[in-house]
């Protein structure tokens, strides 16, 4: 079938622009859906076989390239330890870096339209986690993306906080609006959430994915802020950087120790898909800084051509 | 940071106070705690959580922003 003959040509997945629309187009039938598309797709039995067969192939391949510490105990200090280990910020060049002291208004802009396909609706691939989870995992879940949500305030939903950035330097705010422009590369960071949070089989992957997000987020946001206001842009547009400074300071420690530790003492099998999915989601973020930087230092879009 | 209503402290007036010191980290507030800065005016409070600085490096204080990581700070 055609789903095989394509997986079985592709050479990388994460990279293969066809392989990860197809699959962002799968999931996005779980969120917001797509206008004119019937939302019974959302569970068509032959559909949802295609999307199978190509979250295998994509675990396997992660699987095969991601590397997971194997010496972590099940225990709640010793987790949130290896995690913060994990990501503990290092030298080398970043695309926070870039943007604070390089990046030309076009590169900001090339930077908010690859952040767009997770950030406009941000929170949301970890929220399929909570039914799954019980006691203090999921409370502290539950307190970290409640905070993401506003605190019940909708406008200060970290989402619409993003749309603001977008509208403040004159993007299109609407979900979606650049999705022809997004490399595989970018696409395969928000897929692999969706894919870690709609199966329960994940559930310890997603929470260890979350706690990596946070844990290498308040530092680069400031970053990221320093190089909007660098180039003239005022607090309407660096309000979401500046709350993430702030927020993910919180975010980590909950996540990190009540959520991804505490999982793995009470489910202390869950450990080893914890740290897996905290490299994943190193790893992925590791090539999509990759692919900006060579784009940028070469002098060329980071985007597709539409 | 914008000023006006305060969802999060009305919210978070109904739990009392716990204060969570995190290992080479910073100190989680929760509840209801009104933050004052060196003059007795309530610091604006944005969020249910706060993590306040304990290593002293924070550009945002008194909140933490993460800078304990990149200097090397530990608590034991
Ligand atoms: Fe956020
Ligand atoms: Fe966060």
Redesign the interface.
């Known amino acids: 079938m055609l789903t095989q003959r394509v997986l079985g040509q592709a050479a990388d997945l994460v990279t293969d622009d066809d392989v990860q629309l197809a699959l962002y187009v799968m999931y996005e039938l779980f969120y917001g859906g797509f206008d004119g598309v019937d939302d019974d797709w959302e569970w068509d039995p032959e559909l949802l076989g295609v999307r199978s067969l190509v979250e295998t192939a994509l675990e396997k391949q992660l699987l095969a390239r991601v590397a997971v510490p194997d010496d972590v105990p099940p225990d709640r200090?010793a987790v949130?330890d290896a995690l913060?280990a994990l990501t503990?910020?290092g030298p080398g060049p970043s695309v926070a870096r870039f943007v604070a002291k390089k990046a030309s208004r076009e590169q900001l802009h090339e930077f908010l339209i690859h952040r767009s396909v997770y950030q406009l609706k941000e929170a949301d691939p970890h929220t399929w986690a909570i039914p799954r989870l019980t006691g203090q995992p999921k409370a502290a879940l539950v307190?970290i993306q409640?905070?993401e949500y506003g605190?019940?305030?909708p406008g200060?939903m970290h989402c619409e906080l993003f749309a603001r950035t977008m509208r403040g330097v004159g993007l299109d705010a609407e979900y979606g609006a650049y999705i022809e422009q997004i490399p595989a590369v970018t696409l395969a960071g928000v897929n692999v959430m969706s894919w870690f949070g709609l199966h329960r089989r994940w559930r310890g992957a997603i929470a260890g994915h979350l706690a990596a997000f946070e844990m290498t987020?308040?530092?680069p946001n400031?970053l990221y802020g320093d190089g909007f206001r660098r180039q003239g842009f005022g607090q309407d547009v660096t309000?979401y950087f500046?709350?993430h400074?702030?927020?993910?300071?919180?975010h980590?420690?909950?996540a990190g120790?009540d959520l991804a530790g505490a999982l793995a003492q009470q489910q202390p099998d869950l450990t080893h898909d914890i740290l897996f999915g905290a490299a994943t989601c190193l790893y992925l973020d590791d090539l999509v800084g990759r692919h900006l930087l060579s784009a940028w230092d070469a002098g060329v879009s980071s985007l597709r051509e539409s | 940071m914008t000023s006006g209503p305060d969802p999060a402290r009305r919210r978070a007036d109904r739990r009392p106070p716990t204060i969570v010191p995190c290992p080479d980290g910073p100190i989680l507030v929760r509840g209801d705690v009104t933050i004052l800065d060196d003059d007795g005016r309530p610091v604006p409070r944005q969020r249910a959580t706060v993590a306040l600085c304990r290593c002293g490096a924070s550009t945002i204080k008194p909140f933490c922003d993460g800078t304990h990581k990149a200097i090397g700070f530990t608590s034991a």
């Open positions: 200090a949130a913060f503990a910020p307190e409640a905070d605190g019940g305030d200060r987020s308040s530092l400031r309000l500046d709350e400074v702030e927020a993910d300071a919180v980590e420690q909950i120790r």
